[in-house]
């Protein structure tokens, strides 16, 4: 291939993308589109109700109907829960409690003083690879990836005369589309093979999953992803973006002042000192944030208390950064610079609130449930085996992502279906489980649908004030596309080389009557 016809391939793609991202922008606001499509929700489910639409819910068998919002229960629903629909959406109080300390941190000029340290002594070639790479390991406690890390990366891209929007890019493409690999265990680990060993016992009533049913493949996937994410970050997506002509400028370059180390030195040593406060709650078996019950950190009180957790490691070392260096004087400098953070999070306060009425309404409507069955089950009745059923069963996982946020709640819907199914082919559950989290993962970047893509799109008009839903689905499809095809070939080999997926997950079951 000749490099005319490299760059006119490009530029075709680029084309595309930016197809996709003016037909995106000429679209209404963010914050009136999710109205519109709350409303749209009401109007179309008495349509679904009046034609019936429905499903049969492969694990309970119970039929679900779609139920309408265009009646006086509706109606009634609508009008007395929408203050609860916006106070109880999960992305809200989190990022409001995170980004008050990270306020303190960044109007300390803590966050200035970090940076340029790190981006004075990086390889700057590596800053790509290391933003994917923190963005995958951060997905453990993911809102620490979406509130701090994807932000912070647009910062440090900017730091380094790059786009910002490319940082926010790689970064939401480790985080998001990287939710299914780690060097770690998260959250979701247990809830899903807890769910597989459940639809198991149909087939085998003895067959046990554990949550590290999938381990060798997350840590394997955790370096595919960094490679996947850190290419398409600088072969396509910084490309297309071009130079940064924004009115947002970056953090100077300028030496730090020996006043400014010894504030790093001093913060850096709170932050020593709040670790081994940690270390000291979670690692004994008698520490208090460990769960009471179990005693494990699965469940405990310190995953639930992450964000907490956020506000106070950038809380504490920004107060002593402030009053070191002398950037704050009192406990009024510390006030003013969260109630400065909160000013900058007002439009996104307004789309979070349209954004939950929309998703309230779309689970009440039972629509995106039944769409996920129906999906299902025409899988199962095409008749493909082998190879190419995994390879469609990953993509339509990957569709369902588009209806559906919750990957425990999708697969408690798939799981009763392919997990048998997929036995009697002879494919263990764990296969199962790993080429469903490879679908659910590729798609988290493009659908609005994924509960923090509200505050990505806020993110990014900080440095395009006409960024819109648009603009993401533009710029992050060609991870969605190079992940999807690049993982599923990833998995083809782990299935080819016959490689277990965890602990004690092979790859094949005995098939019945061969």
């Known amino acids: 291939m000749t490099a005319e016809s ?84 999960v992305p809200l109080g989190t990022v409001l409690v995170a980004m008050l300390g990270v306020g303190v941190a960044e109007g300390s000029g803590l966050l200035s003083s970090a940076l340029r340290a790190l981006v004075l002594s990086a390889p700057r070639r590596l800053i790509t690879l290391v933003v994917v790479f923190s963005g995958v390991l951060s997905n453990a406690a993911s809102e620490a990836g979406y509130v701090i890390l994807i932000p912070l990366a647009a910062i440090i891209f900017m730091a380094v005369g790059r786009h910002p929007l490319a940082g926010l890019a790689a970064a939401f493409a480790g985080v998001s589309g990287g939710y299914s690999a780690n060097l770690v265990l998260g959250t979701v680990d247990p809830l899903l093979s807890g769910i597989t060993e459940e639809v198991a016992w149909i087939i085998d009533p003895s067959y046990t999953v554990n949550p590290a049913a999938n381990y060798y493949f997350m840590v394997a996937s955790t370096f595919l992803v960094t490679a996947m994410g850190t290419f398409v970050t600088e072969k396509i997506v910084e490309p297309r973006l071009g130079a ?51 005693g494990g ?5 310190f995953l639930k208390g992450i964000v907490t957790i956020i506000f106070v490691v950038f809380f504490v070392p920004g107060v002593v950064y402030g009053f070191v260096t002398k950037s704050m004087k009192n406990d009024t400098d510390v006030i003013n610079s969260m109630g400065k953070s909160m000013k900058g999070l007002g439009v996104y306060i307004v789309l979070v609130f349209f954004a939950a009425q929309f998703v309230a309404y779309f689970s009440w409507t039972n629509v995106g449930l039944i769409t996920a069955i129906q999906g299902a089950e025409f899988l199962k009745s095409v008749g ?32 009763p279906i392919f997990v048998p199914m997929f036995m009697l082919l002879g494919y263990t559950p764990e296969l199962t489980q790993t080429a469903y989290r490879i679908g659910d993962s590729c798609t988290n970047l493009v659908t609005p649908m994924m509960s923090y893509f509200a505050l990505i799109v806020a993110f990014a008009e900080k440095y395009k004030q006409d960024a819109g839903i648009g603009t993401i689905i533009a710029l992050m499809t060609p991870y969605t596309i190079i992940f999807m095809v690049g993982w599923i070939l990833f998995l083809i080999a782990w299935i080819a080389l016959g490689i277990p997926v965890g602990p004690g997950a092979g790859l094949y079951l005995p098939v019945p009557g061969q």
């Open 244 to 294: 940064y002509k924004g009115d947002q400028t970056g953090v100077s370059m300028d030496k730090l002042s020996p006043l400014e180390k010894k504030g790093l030195r001093m913060a850096g040593l709170s932050s020593l000192v709040l670790a081994a406060i940690l270390a000291l709650s979670v690692v004994p078996e008698w520490g208090f944030l460990r769960d009471p019950e179990t």
């Open 6 to 89: 490299q760059v006119q391939k490009k530029s075709l793609l680029y084309r595309m993308l930016d197809l996709v991202e003016w037909v995106g922008n000429k679209l209404p606001h963010p914050a009136t589109l999710f109205g519109l499509f709350a409303f749209a929700v009401v109007l179309g489910s008495a349509l679904l109700e009046g034609i019936g639409f429905v499903a049969t819910h492969p694990s309970t068998g119970k039929e679900i109907v779609a139920i309408s919002l265009l009646n006086g229960d509706g109606l009634r629903r609508i009008i007395t829960t929408m203050v609860t629909n916006f106070t109880s959406f």
């Open 297 to 301: 950190v699965l469940h405990s009180p």
């Open 384 to 415: 493909l085996t082998g190879i190419p059923l995994i390879i469609a069963f990953v993509v339509v996982a990957a569709i369902m992502n588009m209806f559906m946020g919750s990957a425990s709640a999708k697969w408690a819907i798939m799981a």
